[in-house]
């Protein structure tokens, strides 16, 4: 089976195609979804910052307009990527993350950190430049851990402060310079939970476009210590068995695949698949 959506870097000369237009208040969408024909969209009033050319969805290509602000288009609205995720179709949802990646950068890079001046695009690469530093800006992955930290029939889960009412999750934390994705895992637990975890497994990787994360996911085993929370990141955490368990991340996240993984195996059920 060949992909519905394959990324690319396409020519902006080129006319035609189908573009998804995002602001500071989302992607514009009407009663067919995100996907407008590329000239009839750029026929309307936008304050487009930069267009890239991102890929190819059921074989036509895709543009991105990145704008300024969000304005009237008659007919349509405006809907964050989060809304596109819990919503919608998985594809559509993998197209618009990536062009909200690229959208991010491109908004962010416009200017050389290094001198200050206005950089540019480069053709076939992507890439933003700086001519008298040579000096390329490429778009920012931030690698984050996550883990599911378990003790026999329980599972370590917390709430942020940021959550949803009432849910409960499975820790995290971006990596810092120097060091490897396990010390990583080790001084998030710590610091977040004052836990101490053996064990580490990885279990898979997943694509968090809010704005430019990508999640390393473990299993690891709880090892010593008493939950202590750290003040403002964590509002609680808690054991909780696999027989009784809180409300949980959405069925997308790799949140929640840690944790239903693991609760498939104590219970002898059919393990669950990584949505990319
Ligand atoms: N897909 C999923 O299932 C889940 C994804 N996540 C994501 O994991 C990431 C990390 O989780 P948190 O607990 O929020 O991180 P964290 O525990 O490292 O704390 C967040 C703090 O890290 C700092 N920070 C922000 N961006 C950073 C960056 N790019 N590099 C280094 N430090 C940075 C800031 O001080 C921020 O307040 C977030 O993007 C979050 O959305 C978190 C849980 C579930
Ligand atoms: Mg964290
Ligand atoms: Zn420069």
Redesign the pocket.
Known sequence: MTARWTTAVLDTDQPGGMAVARSPEGFLFDDNGALFPREWLKRQDLSILAEHGIGHLDGESVHLLELRSASEVPGCSWKGLRAFMLEGDHTIYKVLGYAAQIGTWAREHRFCGNCGQPMTQVPRERAMYCQPCDLRSYP?I?P?M?VLITRGDEILLAR?P?FVTGVY????????PGESAEECLIR?VR??VQIEVKNIQYMGS?C?P?P??M?LGFHAEYAGGEIVCQED?IEDAQWFNVHDLPPL?ASK?????LIDVYVARRLGHAEPVLPG
Do not use: C, D, N, V
């Open positions: 920012r931030s984050s996550i942020s940021r999750s499975t820790l995290a934390g971006f990596a810092e998030e610091e977040e997943q968090w809010f430019h994360s999640m990141e991340p996240s790799i949140a929640r695949y």
